[in-house]
């Protein structure tokens, strides 16, 4: 039979025994703080309760005031923020050993300038977002262009906006782009004013065609009473006289300006027709006077004589070449 080696079993039982040992230790440690972690869980969990109340109080205090939505929302998110920081700062001084905030900070001071270069376009649309929210350009529910992108502002925050396209997708714009480019509000003020070109043929009146447009733009109930609508002529154009039409209308969105153009140009069209005003499309015109066709006669006869001149030619030279008939090749002997 063979012999059991006692060092090597007594090896694995102390092996045994200490990962045992320390299983146990780590139970008991464990069992130790859980009611640490109990009470830092609901020291947590009482914070986010307290950041809910505060957005709350500062949505009743600051509507009071009326004070602007974008700025209710800087002091919501930021304050909740501030009190759930606080909160896990104190949990986890409650749940780790040893742990303190001035530790955290030391920490992240060794590697503050690496962070910063890392999280430099997250700081700066956060400071985008913060400024943006304070100086309220725009508001939710207002109709913007930014870049190529245009629609409806459905939501601010402090990262991003998110606007809803005409065509329904969702766009999500980094405020740092919105705070240093370019921004068209269309909705920043009630009443906008629309232009349109209209081209009548040279024949027409263009008193009488400014007169028939007028009464067109009264007859439209898209266009604001509140704003006398404009008729200038403004070129000559290849085929017509353009004329440039401008009127208000009181609602600026997207849908309003769509409808409102559509019903301008149907009446426009429906009133120029009855006055009998022609809308020309693009025509060249030949111009047929006597020096006109004489000079195009005289090129035509010139053109006729170059293609004689060109076929005698052609036949005499075909008369000279010899031909094969006439002339046999004899063979030699």
Do not use: C
Not at 68 to 86: P, Y
């Amino acid at each position: 039979m063979p012999q059991l080696n006692v060092d090597s079993v007594s090896d694995k039982i102390n092996e045994y025994q200490t990962i045992a040992s320390a299983a146990n230790q780590m139970m008991n440690d464990f069992m130790v703080r859980l009611p640490y972690f109990m009470v830092a869980l609901s020291v947590l969990l009482l914070f986010w309760l307290l950041s809910l109340l505060f957005k709350k109080l500062v949505t009743k205090l600051v509507s009071k005031t009326h004070t602007h939505r974008n700025l209710i929302r800087v002091f919501q998110r930021i304050g909740g923020a501030l009190i759930i920081f606080v909160g896990l700062m104190v949990a986890m001084v409650i749940a780790i050993p040893g742990f303190t905030p001035t530790k955290l900070v030391g920490a992240l001071g060794i590697g503050s300038v690496a962070i910063g270069f890392a999280f430099k376009d997250i700081f700066q649309n956060l400071l985008s977002g913060i400024l943006l929210l304070l100086s309220e350009p725009f508001r939710i529910g207002d109709q913007i262009i930014s870049g190529e992108y245009e629609g409806t502002v459905e939501d601010i925050k402090v990262r991003a906006t998110t606007i809803r396209t005409y065509d329904g997708r969702q766009v999500v714009i980094p405020n740092s782009q919105l705070y240093t480019s370019a921004l068209t509000v269309n909705t920043a003020y009630k009443r906008r004013r629309l232009e349109l070109t209209v081209g009548i043929s040279y024949e027409a009146d263009i008193n009488e065609a400014k007169t028939e447009i007028l009464e067109a733009l009264k007859q439209s109930d898209t266009v604001s009473k509140l704003a006398e609508p404009s008729v200038v002529a403004t070129e000559f154009g290849g085929s017509s006289i353009d004329l440039k039409v401008r009127w208000y209308i009181d609602d600026g969105t997207q849908a309003n300006k769509v409808a409102s153009i559509h019903e301008v140009i149907v009446q426009i069209k429906s009133h120029l027709d009855a006055a009998g005003i022609n809308i020309p499309f693009p025509i060249r015109t030949l111009d047929f006077s006597d020096a006109s066709v004489k000079a195009l006669a005289n090129h035509i006869f010139t053109l006729q004589s170059q293609d004689k001149s060109s076929v005698s030619n052609f036949e005499n030279q075909s008369q000279l070449k010899p031909s094969a008939k006439s002339n046999p090749i004899e063979p030699h002997n």
